[in-house]
DNA sequence: AGCACGCCGACT
DNA sequence: GTCGGCGTGCTC
């Protein structure tokens, strides 16, 4: 008998390798690698992928596989290897890893029920009454009725038998579909004969005979012929039609329309940069190209066109883009060139819609999957090229198990297919830059603009010099100025507030008393709706005091800026001007996001007001300013990247301004205003903030020079925590390489997250073979104790945040 | 992760 | 004597 290796459902330490299983003869066809299957595992059910089959084992007493759960595997060999690969380049469980790979909707769902065997009546009374009308009912049923000791009794008696269902949370969609049991013919005749009195039968049939369909969906019989429930019933019961349940697609895009477009005419500048990506897919070799243009030099035509390439070849590509919802405008340029042969994976679509968008390119539907961090696991087989728009930014990380990053993982896969990966970003990530520098990458330079628009104009106020100046406001008077002009002039104005690290605390005006949340070192965000406290780490909420808790004073009042601060001081000082504000607040809706700026573009509002989410991808031509109010409140924050990402945000943000016929300024606020970071992304000099920030990096031993692992250690006493993270200080010190650097332990950037404290230390290394077993070991060291107590370590390979 | 098994204290 | 508390270890 065939042996199939199965790694469960069960994410621990201990389980984390595969258990053997029979093959049970009339599945040995169907059972290979990649297909998931529920196995007894102990004394419950599970899920399980399979991995291998075998023909032998070294275990003796095997159990069977119990059920199949797909007919075609839902991993294919690549992303098997693929899954191993990312379990050890982030210390991951294997099954971890597998879920990763597939949409949410394929989890495994569990429930134990309680089943009668035989009869109720064998019962005691009081289970019989819980059995009157069912076979089966739920464990958590059973439990709330408090009837433990007869339950087990039955049990052991065997009147009643313990079940573990194991189920999909999704489900594919079916419609109820009609047919004709006859041909067309023989149905026009039965039509014909139809009763009298079966007027509304008998205009259902002449509908579909109209239709000429051979099948028609029972909701658009329906509205279609106006016919009842009732009516199609008797025609079915007649043996007339019959009844189909088909497999629908939710459709995400159901009422939209795309443009369609047609490739562009490539200025020699796009050219010289398709040519070697071209190339490289001809010759189906793995390069990576790092293509650095400026907003508006067209790098989005230049995937278009490589990708249309790739696809005439009869391959399949793969676009990764920041957060998709946040840039429709995007996805209308995908499905404009490419319609019905994409596929679009985003965070905005519920579980349901991308299980099916998922299972349009397992069935090869499509040739195009384009969407966030996840879609770099599509499921295609034949790879011809794998574009990421916009590098640098931070949510191709996971900051969850398994934490991987979707360039490396893009990078691997396009290894294995012999296809090139095309990295496109204004400001790349330094690591990536430093690759092009050093030829590891291909430098693909964009440095004109396609409608050779010069870049905006930046101004940076010195926020200092207003307060000086007597000016307590929030907005400079260059800013004030500038929004009255584009007020006047009917232009519109991008306000960007950068509220990390900066959102509306509380704080006692006589004491200094800030309210903090009592189960995080955080302090509280004041919310004007509700006049409440929130804590934005474990969502604790409370009054805001109206007497300071501390001293009873009544000075108690917020500081700090929130969108809806700056939405009443724009009221108070333009009361003309009409506001759109985003943020999580006012985008928490499904499609708030595409109505706001739908709004925007409309021309519904001068002013567009909000935080991280309008940076990206924006694109209206009636914008002629952009405001930053305060640039470096992220420059502050405890991260070496802290001024790779200012400089970041501020050079796309001031990308929003004059894309088109008029000319665009940018102000920005800050108080800080002589900093590189600041002063570079005013001169759009990339190449200047590269050098600059890459002697910072060196100097300080960080990525590109150094790769960084952070250890995580957290536990709700205080002691227990800072002492579990010496003893693995220590450890690392002494089992790893003389020139890997370990530095701390240190209390984390927030020392206390839902009661919880919050240990750190970092590993610096260049190359260490013995870093991954030491950390293996490390987590081996601890597994017991982060069972059963509450102990938590997390480790972190390449870190994109330290908080 | 679940779940069974097993070894100690406080009860009818 | 037994019920049930949770620490310990296993799951093909």
């Known amino acids: 008998m065939k042996i199939a290796r199965v790694v469960v459902d069960v994410p621990a330490m201990q389980t984390d390798r595969p258990f053997d299983y029979l093959v049970p ?79 949410a909707a394929m989890k495994a ?34 439990e709330a009725h408090n009837l433990f000791a007869e339950l087990q009794k039955e049990i052991k008696k065997g009147s009643l038998e313990v079940v573990y269902q194991v189920a999909q949370k999704g489900k594919q969609k079916k419609v109820r579909y009609l047919k004709p049991a006859a041909d067309l013919e023989a149905l026009k005749k039965t039509a014909e004969e139809m009763p009298a009195q079966a007027g509304r039968q008998k205009a259902a049939l002449d509908y579909i005979i109209a239709s000429q369909k051979s099948e028609i969906s029972a909701a658009d019989l329906k509205s279609g012929a106006n016919a009842s429930d009732s009516s199609i019933k008797a025609l079915v019961q007649k043996g007339i039609l019959a009844e189909e349940w088909l497999e629908v697609y939710r459709d995400p895009f159901e009422h939209r329309t795309f443009k369609a477009t047609e490739n562009m005419a490539l200025t020699s500048e796009q050219q010289s940069a398709i040519a070697p990506i071209l190339d490289s897919i001809e010759a189906s070799r793995h390069d990576v190209f790092m293509m650095y243009g400026v907003t508006g030099s067209g790098k989005t035509e230049v995937y278009l066109q490589a990708i249309d390439r790739v696809m005439k070849e009869g391959k399949e590509a793969i676009v990764l883009v920041p957060e998709i919802s946040l840039t429709p405008q995007m996805v209308d340029r995908f499905k404009g060139r490419f319609g019905s042969k994409v596929a679009v994976l985003h965070s905005g679509l519920s579980t349901g819609e991308k299980y099916d968008e998922w299972r349009k390119i397992q069935r090869k539907e ?11 696991f599509a499921p295609f087989e034949n790879l011809g090229i794998i574009v990421i728009d916009e590098e640098h930014e931070s949510s191709y990380k996971q900051e969850e198990n398994p934490r991987y990053h979707a360039r ?23 690591e990536s830059f430093a690759r092009a520098s050093k030829g590891v990458y291909h430098l693909l330079p964009l440095r004109e603009r396609v409608n050779s628009r010069a870049l905006p104009e930046v101004n940076v106020v010195d926020m200092r010099e207003e307060l000086r100046n007597g000016n307590r406001s929030m907005f400079s008077s260059d800013l004030f100025e500038q929004l009255q002009l584009r007020l006047d002039r009917k232009e519109q104005t991008v306000l960007f507030l950068n509220r990390r690290g900066f959102s509306a605390f509380v704080m006692c005006r006589d004491c200094g008393y800030v309210i903090q949340c009592p189960n995080c070192d955080i302090s509280m965000t004041y919310h004007r709706q509700g006049n409440k406290l929130k804590c934005h780490y474990c969502a604790h909420e409370a009054p805001m005091p109206s007497l300071c808790p501390e001293c009873s004073s009544e000075h108690i009042r917020f500081f700090g800026t929130g969108t809806q601060k700056v939405e009443e001081e724009l009221a108070k000082v333009l009361p003309e001007a009409r506001v759109i504000r985003m943020d999580v607040d006012t985008t928490s809706r499904k499609g708030a996001h595409e109505r706001l700026l739908g709004q925007f573009g409309e021309g519904k509002a001068d002013i567009l007001l909000g935080t991280q989410m309008i940076a990206k991808g924006l694109d209206f031509p ?3 300013l952009v405001g930053v109010l305060a640039a470096d409140t992220m420059l502050h924050l405890p991260d070496f990247r802290a001024a790779e990402k200012t400089f970041q945000l501020l050079t796309q943000v001031s990308g929003r301004a004059g894309r088109h016929e008029l000319t665009g300024e940018v102000v920005i606020q800050s108080y800080t ?9 005013k001169d ?8 600059r920030e890459m002697m910072e990096r060196k100097q300080h031993a960080y990525p590109p020079f150094y790769y960084v692992a952070v250890v995580n250690v957290s536990h709700p006493d205080l002691l227990k925590t800072s002492s579990v993270m010496e003893t693995i200080a220590q450890f690392l010190i002494q089992n790893l390489d003389s020139h890997t650097k370990v530095l701390g332990p240190v209390a984390s950037p927030i020392p206390r997250i839902k009661n919880r404290y919050r240990y750190q230390c970092m590993i610096k290394y260049k190359r260490d073979e013995k870093l991954i077993p030491a950390l293996k070991k490390v987590m081996d060291r601890y597994q017991q104790e982060m069972a059963r107590d509450e102990l938590v370590i997390s480790i972190d390979l390449n870190p994109t945040t330290l908080m």
């Open 109 to 142: 769902k569990y429930e134990k029920r309680i089943c009668l065997t035989r009869n109720s009546s064998e019962l005691p009374p009081e289970l019989a009454v819980l059995f009157e009308n069912t076979r089966d009912i739920s464990w958590k049923e059973a």
């Open 684 to 691: 759009h000099d990339y190449d200047g903030f590269y050098e």
């Open 622 to 624: 009636n914008v002629t």
């Open 25 to 103: 003869e009339e599945w040995e066809d169907v059972i290979v690698p990649g297909i998931r299957v529920i196995v007894p595992f102990g004394p419950r059910k599970v899920q399980g992928f399979v991995i291998e089959v075998a023909s032998a084992s070294e275990v003796n007493k095997l159990k069977k596989i119990s059920e199949i759960f797909d007919l075609t595997p839902a991993l294919t060999d690549e992303l098997l290897e693929l899954g191993k690969w990312l379990t050890e380049k982030t210390l991951c469980f294997q099954i971890s890893a597998f879920q990763a790979m597939l949409p």
């Open 673 to 681: 205003p002589d900093h590189y970071s600041i002063q570079l992304a």
């Open 366 to 376: 499509v040739q195009l999957a384009v969407g966030a961090r996840s879609a770099i």
């Open 408 to 430: 490396d993982v893009a990078i691997h896969r396009a290894e294995s297919y012999r296809c090139p990966v095309v990295l496109g970003s204004a400001t790349p990530s330094l």
